[in-house]
């Protein structure tokens, strides 16, 4: 059975400085893809972030970015500069390819942005 | 674009009743649709998996009898909790995608649901 294990339940940045948090996962598939949600206290799930496993490149998004080691099943997301608006409860996911798109959810990380 | 629309937002109802929550993808076909339930500071859990014009597949511990999921058409599916209990209430939130493996589900806003 696959896992996702955030091991942050809570996380603290500095407005304007820079954060990460980490996930890790286990499937014994070769085949994968890892994506970060925010769910800020509206509790609409928003996509952050989106890898292919087969990509070695690491993916992007304006001022987020992950940090993904295939080797070790990580697959980190670094916020920087961080904002008041990034607020939120963020969640880590694995989709198996060919298992029906099902998403495997980590237990979450709520960061929180000190101005 | 991929907006996904759920309602209602929020039902408060007595117990026994039956609630039927609605979930639409606005812009785009959505092939498969999710149902997950949320408790309060935990992650998502993932009820059940539909597939428009077939049987919804229900994950272990789900009643499908209690959770009636019908997935009619590519825009829309439906969540009914048959003859609701307290122990029923809880953000009940649906997601939807289209196309091929990989592509990122598209939720909707969620609906409170609670039970007196």
């Known amino acids: 059975a696959q896992t996702v294990t955030q091991s942050q339940p809570e996380m603290s940045v500095q407005e304007a400085e820079t954060v990460t948090l980490s996930c890790t996962y286990d499937?014994?598939?070769?085949?994968?893809?890892l994506f970060w949600y925010k769910q800020p206290p509206s509790r609409q799930m928003i996509l952050v972030i989106r890898?292919?496993?087969?990509?070695?490149q690491n993916a992007t998004e304006n001022r987020f970015s992950v940090n993904f080691q295939k080797a070790a099943k990580s697959f980190s997301l670094k916020i920087s500069d961080s904002q008041l608006g990034d607020a939120a409860m963020y969640f880590c996911?694995?989709?198996?390819?060919?298992?029906?798109?099902?998403?495997?959810f980590g237990q979450g990380t709520e960061l929180s942005v000190k101005p | 674009g991929a907006v996904v629309s759920q309602h209602p937002s929020r039902v408060i109802c007595k117990s026994g009743t039956s609630v039927k929550i609605e979930c639409r993808s606005l812009d785009f076909q959505a092939t498969t649709m999710f149902w997950y339930r949320q408790f309060p500071k935990q992650s998502l859990m993932l009820m059940a998996t539909s597939n428009e014009g077939s049987k919804a597949t229900y994950e272990q511990g789900v009643e499908k009898d209690k959770f009636l999921i019908n997935h009619a058409s590519l825009t829309l599916s439906t969540l009914t909790v048959t003859s609701a209990h307290p122990e029923d209430s809880s953000f009940y939130i649906c997601?939807?995608?289209?196309?091929?493996?990989?592509?990122?589900?598209?939720f909707g806003d969620g609906t409170r649901l609670s039970i007196l």
């Open positions: 996911a694995v989709e198996i390819y060919n298992q029906g798109g099902k998403l495997i």
């Open positions: 997601s939807a995608r289209g196309g091929a493996a990989g592509q990122p589900q598209h």
């Open positions: 499937t014994s598939e070769s085949d994968y893809y």
């Open positions: 890898q292919e496993a087969y990509k070695q």
